[in-house]
């Protein structure tokens, strides 16, 4: 397997449904869908929805989810929902919203009528290590929860509140404003931090481009999917990497300062083997939410870092 097919293998968790797409609930399934069968699909990992969206979910997935598990390969859609904050006391009613959605899906009767998915994942928001305390007291060992934490903060303490424990931390990279981007040195913190209490982490907006780049449109540099996943990589293995080594990394703007060789990457002096990458991205680097994985499929290929589709076809 190439070096970037292993870094980037179950990456993007696709958030259609999320600005700046925004797409319908029936737009957004049918992509997923679409993905699940594409020549990519190795990069595609969960669908992002609301908890509000089961209804809708449910209504329009119908005539892509699978319909039986006696079917080999036939697995169910895997789902990661947005819950109600961590403060709030409507997370409860929330996972147990969850529960009944999972415990339906699983009933072998009703999955032939509409179809099959699960969620092993649920993402919400916290502010105090508290609050991470008390939610945890009520997910189920089934589901996994990333707790989206303020990225100009002080993170030490809510990430040692998920240490030891069933969940992650959630860093959002991006937004619709700059005033929404943190800084590569509020980045490298959160990820120095993470790796000190062995708290994986997964990351969220602005991310549809390999490396840092001016967007334009926003008006402020973005930070890339391959400077976080390297940096997060690399920092896994080497835990010793400064803050001001990783910022590094954060602001590269050359895909060649990474080189995706045939036994691993290379950033500088740093090198990864095939089966570090791997650890990495199991124990540590988890996947980023992306309203389009189209456009990060194209980028890549446009800079020849994935195979094109006439190169793909037999």
Same mark, same amino acid.
């Given at each position: 397997?190439?070096?970037v097919?292993?870094?980037?293998?179950?990456?993007?968790?696709?958030? %259609?449904?999320?600005?700046?797409?925004?797409?319908?609930?029936?737009?957004?399934?049918?992509?997923?869908?679409?993905y699940?069968?594409?020549?990519?699909q190795?990069?595609?990992?969960?669908?992002?929805?609301?908890?509000?969206?089961?209804?809708?979910?449910?209504?329009?997935?119908?005539?892509?989810?699978?319909?039986? @598990?006696?079917?080999?390969?036939?697995?169910?859609?895997?789902?990661?929902?947005?819950?109600?904050?961590?403060?709030?006391?409507?997370?409860?009613?929330?996972?147990?919203?969850?529960?009944?959605?999972?415990?339906?899906?699983?009933?072998?009767?009703?999955?032939?009528?509409?179809?099959?998915?699960?969620?092993?994942?649920?993402?919400?928001?916290?502010?105090?290590?508290?609050?991470?305390?008390?939610?945890?007291?009520?997910?189920?060992?089934e589901?996994?929860?990333?707790?989206?934490?303020?990225?100009?903060?002080?993170?030490?303490?809510?990430?040692?509140?998920?240490?030891?424990?069933?969940?992650? @931390?959630?860093?959002?990279?991006? %937004?619709?404003?700059?005033?929404?981007?943190?800084?590569?040195?509020?980045?490298?913190?959160?990820?120095?931090?993470?790796?000190?209490?062995?708290?994986?982490?997964?990351?969220?907006?602005?991310?549809?481009?390999?490396?840092?780049?001016?967007?334009?449109?926003?008006g402020?540099?973005?930070?890339?999917?391959?400077?976080?996943?390297? @940096?997060?990589?690399?920092?896994?293995?080497?835990?010793?990497?400064?803050?001001?080594?990783?910022?590094?990394?954060?602001?590269?703007?050359?895909?060649?300062?990474?080189d995706?060789?045939?036994?691993?990457?290379?950033?500088?002096?740093?090198?990864?083997?095939?089966?570090?990458?791997?650890? @990495?991205?199991?124990?540590?680097?988890?996947?980023f939410?992306?309203?389009?994985?189209?456009?990060?499929?194209?980028?890549?290929r446009?800079?020849?870092?994935?195979?094109t589709?006439?190169?793909?076809?037999?």
């Amino acid at each position: 397997m190439h070096a970037v097919r292993l870094l980037l293998d179950s990456v993007v968790d696709y958030a %259609g449904l999320f600005p700046p797409a925004r797409l319908d609930m029936r737009s957004t399934v049918a992509n997923y869908a679409r993905y699940r069968r594409s020549p990519d699909q190795a990069m595609l990992a969960r669908l992002i929805i609301p908890i509000t969206g089961f209804p809708d979910f449910v209504r329009e997935a119908d005539p892509f989810l699978p319909k039986t @598990a006696d079917v080999e390969g036939d697995e169910p859609w895997p789902l990661s929902v947005l819950v109600a904050p961590a403060s709030d006391r409507q997370i409860v009613a929330d996972l147990e919203r969850i529960a009944s959605f999972n415990e339906r899906m699983d009933d072998r009767e009703f999955s032939r009528v509409v179809g099959r998915a699960v969620v092993d994942t649920i993402e919400t928001k916290a502010t105090e290590p508290k609050e991470i305390d008390r939610a945890l007291e009520y997910v189920p060992d089934e589901i996994f929860a990333y707790f989206e934490i303020p990225a100009d903060i002080d993170p030490r303490g809510l990430v040692t509140a998920m240490a030891s424990l069933d969940a992650g @931390a959630k860093i959002r990279t991006g %937004g619709l404003t700059p005033d929404a981007h943190p800084t590569p040195e509020q980045v490298a913190r959160f990820l120095k931090v993470c790796r000190a209490a062995e708290v994986p982490f997964k990351a969220t907006a602005g991310l549809h481009h390999p490396c840092r780049h001016l967007a334009t449109d926003v008006g402020c540099m973005q930070f890339g999917f391959l400077n976080v996943f390297v @940096a997060g990589c690399m920092l896994w293995h080497n835990e010793s990497m400064t803050e001001s080594e990783l910022e590094q990394i954060l602001v590269e703007e050359r895909v060649a300062a990474f080189d995706f060789g045939p036994t691993g990457l290379t950033w500088r002096k740093r090198f990864l083997r095939f089966e570090d990458i791997a650890v @990495a991205r199991e124990r540590f680097a988890h996947s980023f939410g992306s309203c389009s994985f189209d456009e990060p499929i194209a980028e890549l290929r446009a800079l020849g870092l994935l195979a094109t589709t006439e190169e793909i076809a037999p």
